[in-house]
C-alpha cells in the first residue's frame, strides 16, 4: 500500500487548474460560435446576391460583443475567477458554477433549435450569424481576464461555494 501525506480526494484540483479549465471552455465557446457564425454568414450570402448586409451583419456583430464584452462577460469572468480564488477544497467540476452548466446546455440546444429554423432565411441567417458572431466577440474580447494578476477570492453572504 502507498503512503500518501495529507488527505488526497480523487477530484481534487487547484485553483490554478481550475482557472485553466474555465478558460479552455470560455476560448472553445468562441471558437464553436464563430465558426458558427461564419458558416451562418456563408449560408446567407448563398441564398441572397450583395455583400450590404452580409457586411452589416459582422460590423454590427463586432459592435455588439464589445458592449456585452464590457458590461456582461469581463465582470462575469472576474465573478468566477474570484469565486474560484476563493474555494476551500476546490474539485474539478468547480471551475464553473452548476448553474452555469445548465445554461450552457439549454443555451447550446436553442442554438441548436434556432439555427435549423432559419436555414432557409436570408434576414434570420444574417440575425443568428450576428448574435453568434457577437457572443463570439464578447467571450474572445474578454479572455484577457483569465491572463490578468490573480484576483482575491470573492463572497456574498450565503456564499455556499466557499466549502
Same mark, same amino acid.
Given at each position: 500500500?502507498?503512503?500518501?501525506?495529507?488527505?488526497?480526494?480523487?477530484?481534487?484540483?487547484?485553483?490554478?487548474?481550475?482557472?485553466?479549465?474555465?478558460?479552455?471552455?470560455?476560448?472553445?465557446?468562441?471558437?464553436?460560435?464563430?465558426?458558427? %457564425?461564419?458558416? =451562418?454568414?456563408?449560408?446567407?450570402?448563398?441564398?441572397? #446576391? &450583395?455583400?450590404?448586409?452580409? /457586411?452589416?451583419?459582422?460590423? +454590427?456583430?463586432?459592435?455588439?460583443?464589445?458592449?456585452?464584452?464590457?458590461?456582461?462577460?469581463?465582470?462575469?469572468?472576474?465573478?468566477?475567477?474570484?469565486?474560484?480564488?476563493?474555494?476551500?477544497?476546490?474539485?474539478?467540476?468547480?471551475?464553473?458554477?452548476?448553474?452555469?452548466?445548465?445554461?450552457?446546455?439549454?443555451?447550446?440546444?436553442? %442554438?441548436?433549435? =434556432?439555427?435549423?429554423?432559419?436555414?432557409?432565411?436570408? #434576414? &434570420?441567417?444574417?440575425?443568428? /450569424?450576428?448574435?453568434?458572431? +457577437?457572443?463570439?466577440?464578447?467571450?474572445?474580447?474578454?479572455?484577457?481576464?483569465?491572463?490578468?494578476?490573480?484576483?482575491?477570492?470573492?463572497?456574498?453572504?450565503?456564499?455556499?461555494?466557499?466549502?
Amino acid at each position: 500500500m502507498i503512503d500518501l501525506p495529507g488527505p488526497v480526494t480523487l477530484f481534487s484540483a487547484s485553483p490554478h487548474s481550475l482557472k485553466m479549465l474555465a478558460a479552455l471552455l470560455w476560448y472553445s465557446g468562441g471558437l464553436v460560435l464563430l465558426t458558427k %457564425g461564419l458558416g =451562418l454568414l456563408t449560408a446567407a450570402i448563398g441564398l441572397q #446576391a &450583395g455583400w450590404v448586409w452580409p /457586411a452589416v451583419a459582422p460590423a +454590427s456583430a463586432l459592435l455588439f460583443g464589445s458592449l456585452k464584452v464590457h458590461y456582461i462577460f469581463k465582470p462575469s469572468c472576474r465573478r468566477n475567477l474570484q469565486r474560484i480564488a476563493g474555494l476551500r477544497d476546490p474539485k474539478l467540476w468547480q471551475f464553473y458554477r452548476p448553474g452555469f452548466f445548465l445554461f450552457l446546455c439549454a443555451m447550446i440546444v436553442l %442554438g441548436r433549435y =434556432l439555427s435549423n429554423s432559419v436555414q432557409d432565411s436570408y #434576414a &434570420g441567417l444574417l440575425a443568428l /450569424a450576428t448574435l453568434d458572431l +457577437s457572443l463570439a466577440t464578447a467571450l474572445f474580447g474578454s479572455s484577457y481576464v483569465f491572463w490578468q494578476t490573480p484576483t482575491q477570492p470573492y463572497s456574498q453572504p450565503g456564499d455556499q461555494s466557499r466549502r
